[in-house]
C-alpha cells in the first residue's frame, strides 16, 4: 500500500487521477484540498500532519465527509521525497494485521499492537483494517 506524499500546492495538479491515498506535508488551503478531490477523484484518504489538522476549517470537514473521503492525522516517518514521490506501508505490517484478523482478534487491540510496533497512526491502522484486511 502507497501513500503519495504531496509537498507543495503546485504539485497537486501533476498528481495521478487515480490516487487514493494522499498526505500532504503543507499546510493546505480550502482551495488546495479542492484542487486536490478535483484532481484525484479516486482519492479516499487525506493525511495530514497534527499540527496541520488543527487549521482544517469545519466546512472542508464536512465536504470531505459528504465526498466519503476520511481526513486523518498522521506523518510519513523517515521518508525522503527527493528518492522517492510515494511512502510504502511495509507488506509485513499488512500481513501482520490479516493474521491477527484470521485469528480473531478485535480491531481495537489490533489497532493498538500495530500502532506500537509500526510507525502508523491509529487512523491509518483503521483505514488499512478496512481496506487490505477485510474480516
Known sequence: MKIRV????????T???????VH???RPSNKDIFGLVETCPKVEV????????????KSIEMFLQ???????EGDVWGHRKDINEYYSIPTSVIENIKEMKIEGKPTEEIK???VSESKL???MVAYILTKEAPA
Open 6 to 13: 504531496v509537498s507543495s500546492r503546485e504539485e497537486i495538479f
Open 15 to 21: 498528481l495521478n487521477p487515480n490516487e487514493r491515498i
Open 24 to 26: 500532504l506535508a503543507f
Open 46 to 57: 487525506i493525511q495530514l500532519p497534527k499540527s496541520y489538522m488543527r487549521t482544517v476549517s
Open 66 to 72: 459528504m465526498q466519503r473521503i476520511q481526513l486523518i
Open 112 to 114: 493498538k499492537k500495530v
Open 121 to 123: 497512526n491509529p487512523g
